[in-house]
Each structure stands twice: as structure tokens, then as C-alpha cells.
């Protein structure tokens, strides 16, 4: 039977006999995939291993801190660290439709990525936390277009001569989290709701641009913040704002306003693969919406996404 630690051993020591001497590159989002990733490999091959970060600009406030510290405060694991934000946004000026976003985001990533990757010398192995369910929804099916493509490191195996090391594939996230723990890696990053390898470029309809992600930075930081005082946070799969593309006429002390509105999203789940919007309290509801209003400039309308997954997707692109 399945026990964390029995999959620990085997693994660690399949990646061993795979990568031998070889030298091993990780690129690390701070995500609980890519740091579980991390983890193992280097739990499997030390020093062999080099973990990569590429701050996208894209990522919540404070979001990747706290993987990124206990990382690097992990003596004998090489760190890379990079800020490529003001690059990602000028890929993204004008792009509006879901998959290029994705595509630029993916892009981008590979070609900074590549590029720290070179520095190190000749490089044989690329760890990534590709996970059960992004295996099956990437996959083509019956000749129909992947659901959405899902954003890895794609494309820069075979460029750069690299053989992937993907010790999640046939796991299911509550796997991996257990998996974590078992590791030793902080609690509040491991029990962390899952967020996408494009960040919040793909919770920005339409144009990404610096005011627009200040926005959504911050209406996003209440949701979370409100969820988690309230006790919700571990109770949904993922509780996130949404910024719409769209300005609503509104009406603070007598004058007239036209502002953006932020959809809010909370589903439960249990693999991502189908979801239903969760049934927050209407007090937690209308906690987050007034401090949504009162406390983003820009915003005056909230509203709640009642839809399921299928036919609805988690996300909103
Ligand atoms: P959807 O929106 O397809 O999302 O119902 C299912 C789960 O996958 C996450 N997601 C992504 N994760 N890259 C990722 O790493 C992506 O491009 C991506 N798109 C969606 C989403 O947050 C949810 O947990």
C-alpha cells in the first residue's frame, strides 16, 4: 500500500540511479508542486541540484517569501533568485486573449529560465512538479485542443538537451501536501491552496498592466486575509479575486462613480478536476466586499461566482 514513506525511499533512490552524477536544475515558484519537487530531488542528489526562482511580478503579495527563505535557509541548497518583472509585463502589453497570455507567461519563463540555466554549465536533468491532473488535462484528447495549457517549463527539454525528473506524476495533491509535511517543509506553505503557475496574469481579464495588477494585488490580499480570519481558508480549495475587464457605474457621497469590479471565487474541491463554489457565510461574503470597496481604490462592485466546474473552469481563463 501507498505510505508517504515507502514513496519517499523508492523515489529518492529512482532518482538517484537516474541522474547519477548529473547535474539537476529545479526551477522553484515557491509553489507546493515545485517545492515538494525541490525537495525530493534534493534530498536525492544534494549539491547536484540547482533550484532556480524567477519572480514573474505576477505572483501575490507576498506569496513566494516565505518558500523562497526556508530555501535559502537551507545551507547546502544552491538558490538562484531572479526579478524579471518589469520583462513580463512588457511581453504582456496588449495581450488579452487567455492562451497567449499563457503562452507569453510560458515564453518568458523558459527564455529567462534558459538563460540562469547556461550560467551553470552543462546541465543534464530538469526537475518539474507536474502533477497527475496536469497530466491528464494537458493531454490531447480525441484529437480535441488541451482544456488549457498549462504552464511548465515546457518546450525547454528538448532545447536545452534536458531530461525531465518528474517524481509527482502519478500523484494527487492531498499526495503531494502529505509528502511535504513529511519532508519538512513549512506548514503554511505546504497546507497553501494551490495557485497557478501564471499568477494573476490570468486573473486579470483582458490587459495586464502595472495599475491594473495593484488592483487585483490588493482586493486579492483581503479575500485571503478575510478568509483566513474567518477560518475558511482550510475549509475551500482555493478563495481568490478576480478583476473584470468591465467598469460598473456606482454612487459615493453625491457624485457619480465608474470603477472596476472584482468577481470572487471560492470553490471546494478535491483534485481540481471538478469543483463547486463553496458556500461562504453571507457575513463572510459581506465582510470581504465592504473592505474590498472601502479599501480599493477603483473599485466599487463585488460580486460572487456561483458556478460549478464542469461546465465552468476554476479559473477564470
Ligand atoms: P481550472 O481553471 O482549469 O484549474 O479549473 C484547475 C486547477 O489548476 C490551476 N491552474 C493552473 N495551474 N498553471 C498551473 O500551474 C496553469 O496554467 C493553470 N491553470 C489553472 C487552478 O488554479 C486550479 O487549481
Redesign the pocket.
Known sequence: SWTVQSFIETTVAAIRARVGQGKVICALSG?V?SSVTAALVHRAVGKQLTCIHVDTGLMRSGESDAVIRFFSSQSELTLVDIDASDFFLSRLRGVTSPEEK?RQIGHGFIEIFEREANKLGEVHFLAQGTLY??VI?SVTFRGKAP??????VGGLPERMRLELVEPLRDLF?DEVRLLGLELGLPKEAILR??????GLG?RIMGEITAERLAVLRLADAIVLEEIKNTGWYDKV??SFAVLLPIRTVGVMGDSRTYEHVIALRAVD?KD??T?DWSRLPYEVLARISNRIINEVRGVNRVVYDISS?PP??????
Not at 147 to 152: A, E, R, V, Y
Not at 312 to 317: D, F, L, P, R, S
Open positions: 509553489g508542486d499563457r491532473p496536469d488535462e482544456i488549457k495549457s498549462h504552464h511548465n495533491k491552496q494551490p495557485f497557478p503557475g501564471p490570468i480549495w482555493q474541491s481540481a478536476m469543483a466546474k465552468a473552469t476554476i479559473e477564470w481563463e
